[in-house]
């Protein structure tokens, strides 16, 4: 994140209130030569359902909202678990996997364990994730990125969030969440949308047009 308060920086809005994701999206795009900003620090209190079939769906829903709310440059995201054994479940539904009022992060890790109880290990399992940038002309560019690893039956690390603590990365002989933030950075599939994603942003911020 950049320490320069430079009222003259190109502003960017990062479309999510989780704060788990504000920081890692903060971390993986302090390079840029902008000002990132977030919905509550425009008064933007928005609800956006969720109702695409897919991550890219579901990106672009929620890009296009905030951008069509604020005016300026927006980056979005989904992202979901899928796992070999449950076919892809719980995918885009990741974040709504308990349908009940306040469900927490723990009552959807329990419940995932619950599902996979009695099947026969390694529990095989990825986590995907699409960026959605739309820019105020109209131009909108899908991102996406994927990391993969298995599920293990207790939890383990401090960091993170979602469903990090059961996330295993065989490459990192860590969870998600034991990772330390630059760590998680290094490996995560929002990492690695993002890290395709910055070319563009680059040249929105310049005011160029990239070729595609």
């Known amino acids: 994140m950049t320490n320069i308060n430079n009222n003259t920086l190109p502003k960017i809005l990062l479309a999510t209130t989780n704060s788990g994701k504000l920081r890692e999206l903060r971390a993986l795009l302090?390079?840029?030569?902008?000002?990132?900003?977030?919905?509550?620090?425009?008064?933007?209190?928005?609800h956006v359902a969720e109702t695409g079939a897919t991550y890219a769906e579901n990106a672009l829903i929620k890009a296009l909202a905030y951008q069509e709310a604020s005016?300026?440059?927006?980056?979005a995201d989904d992202t979901g678990l899928e796992v070999k054994l449950?076919?892809?479940?719980?995918g885009v539904h990741s974040a709504r996997f308990v349908?009940?009022?306040?469900?927490?992060?723990?009552?959807?890790?329990?419940?995932?364990?619950?599902?996979l109880a009695g099947f026969p290990k390694p529990w095989l399992a990825c986590f995907r994730c699409v960026v959605a940038v739309a820019d105020p002309g109209g131009e909108i560019r899908l991102f996406d990125g994927e990391v993969k690893g298995e599920i293990i039956n207790e939890e383990r690390g401090d960091h993170g969030f979602g469903y990090d603590r059961l996330f295993y990365i065989p490459t990192a002989n860590k969870t998600l969440a034991e990772l330390n933030l630059?760590?998680?950075?290094?490996?995560?599939?929002?990492?690695?949308?993002?890290?395709?994603?910055?070319?563009?942003?680059?040249?929105?911020?310049?005011?160029?047009?990239?070729?595609m």
Do not use: C, W
């Not at 302090?30 to 928005?46: K, V």
């Not at 449950?86 to 719980?90: C, E, I, K, S, V």
């Open 30 to 46: 302090t390079s840029l030569p902008a000002e990132l900003l977030e919905p509550n620090q425009l008064g933007l209190h928005l």
């Open 71 to 75: 005016g300026m440059p927006v980056l």
């Open 86 to 90: 449950l076919d892809g479940a719980p």
């Open 99 to 115: 349908d009940q009022p306040g469900a927490s992060d723990k009552d959807r890790r329990m419940k995932l364990l619950h599902q």
């Open 182 to 211: 630059e760590e998680k950075n290094n490996f995560s599939h929002r990492a690695a949308a993002i890290k395709k994603a910055l070319p563009y942003l680059l040249s929105i911020l310049s005011g160029e047009t990239p070729g």
